[in-house]
């Protein structure tokens, strides 16, 4: 099917030029260039991604109180700014996402 004098293989090749003969998800051979995400996951990351690490610190532990709590009050100003919607849940949402990963590079770091 040709839709306006663009066929699929045309689209094609103007991706491949964009992108490289990978297209946007492969490895370009010609200049080793692969995407930031794909990265291989080894099982030892699988492992400590999933694994309890609890805080073996004073400083960690504050770490975490500080996280939580300065989300936490970003969160309650949100909610007396924003009025009420999608949007504002949204924005709610993503700040404990915040928090999440604010939570997991505290409990992952190495202790140097």
Same mark, same amino acid.
């Given at each position: 099917?040709?839709?306006?004098?663009?066929?699929?293989?045309?689209?094609?090749?103007?991706?491949?030029?964009?992108?490289?003969?990978?297209?946007?998800?492969?490895?370009?051979?010609?200049?080793?260039?692969?995407?930031?995400?794909?990265?291989?996951?080894?099982?030892?990351?699988?492992?400590?991604?999933? &694994?309890?690490?609890?805080?073996?610190?004073?400083?960690?532990?504050?770490?975490?109180?500080?996280?939580?709590?300065?989300?936490?009050?970003?969160?309650?100003?949100?909610?007396?700014?924003?009025?009420?919607?999608?949007?504002?849940?949204? &924005?709610?949402?993503?700040?404990?996402?915040?928090?999440?990963?604010?939570?997991?590079?505290? &409990?992952?770091?190495?202790?140097?």
């Amino acid at each position: 099917m040709n839709l306006g004098g663009s066929c699929v293989a045309c689209v094609c090749r103007r991706d491949s030029r964009r992108w490289g003969p990978g297209g946007p998800r492969g490895r370009d051979s010609a200049t080793g260039f692969e995407p930031q995400g794909r990265q291989e996951v080894s099982p030892e990351d699988i492992e400590h991604r999933f &694994a309890f690490h609890a805080a073996t610190t004073v400083e960690k532990r504050g770490e975490h109180t500080s996280a939580r709590y300065n989300c936490s009050r970003l969160a309650h100003t949100l909610n007396e700014l924003l009025p009420e919607g999608r949007e504002k849940a949204l &924005a709610v949402t993503k700040l404990e996402e915040v928090m999440f990963w604010a939570n997991a590079a505290i &409990a992952r770091s190495v202790d140097d």
